[in-house]
């Protein structure tokens, strides 16, 4: 099973995007940005004041208590798509003949651990290698 984009949302606006919508991510290790918050945040770094802004307060300083709380599903969704990527890397590295003891080891638990954590939830009952 390949990793895919479809159906991910920008970890860093809440917007979904990917192939099949008009709006392009990118990214790495669960995390995705879309070019909207790519053109953001290259402005404030490339912006001396802005960049200065951004140093002195939090984004969620500046928010609203209705912003803060309608915030709370996108940071969630996100959460969630980066803990649903790990399992997708691990079925990937399941589907490459990595041993459970591997993937426990590189986790820092143990082979059991490991295959509780991401074998139940992936449907690969295998709890050998
Ligand atoms: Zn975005």
Redesign the pocket.
């Given at each position: 099973m390949a990793i895919k984009r479809e159906g991910r949302l920008?970890s860093?606006?809440?917007?979904s995007g990917g192939p099949g919508t008009d709006v392009d991510l990118v990214g790495g290790l669960g995390a995705q940005?879309?070019t909207?918050?790519i053109d953001e945040f290259h402005a404030i770094v490339h912006d001396e004041e802005r960049t200065s802004s951004v140093r002195r307060t939090m984004p969620w300083d500046r928010m609203s208590t209705t912003e803060l709380v309608a915030t709370l599903p996108q940071i969630l969704a996100s959460a969630e798509q980066n803990v649903a990527f790990a399992q997708e890397w691990v079925d990937m590295l399941r589907e490459r003949n990595i041993s459970w003891a591997e993937i426990g080891r590189v986790l820092g638990v143990s082979r059991q651990a490991a295959w509780e954590r991401f074998a139940k939830k992936s449907g690969d009952k295998s709890a050998t290698a």
């Amino acid at each position: 099973m390949a990793i895919k984009r479809e159906g991910r949302l920008c970890s860093f606006c809440g917007t979904s995007g990917g192939p099949g919508t008009d709006v392009d991510l990118v990214g790495g290790l669960g995390a995705q940005i879309c070019t909207s918050c790519i053109d953001e945040f290259h402005a404030i770094v490339h912006d001396e004041e802005r960049t200065s802004s951004v140093r002195r307060t939090m984004p969620w300083d500046r928010m609203s208590t209705t912003e803060l709380v309608a915030t709370l599903p996108q940071i969630l969704a996100s959460a969630e798509q980066n803990v649903a990527f790990a399992q997708e890397w691990v079925d990937m590295l399941r589907e490459r003949n990595i041993s459970w003891a591997e993937i426990g080891r590189v986790l820092g638990v143990s082979r059991q651990a490991a295959w509780e954590r991401f074998a139940k939830k992936s449907g690969d009952k295998s709890a050998t290698a």
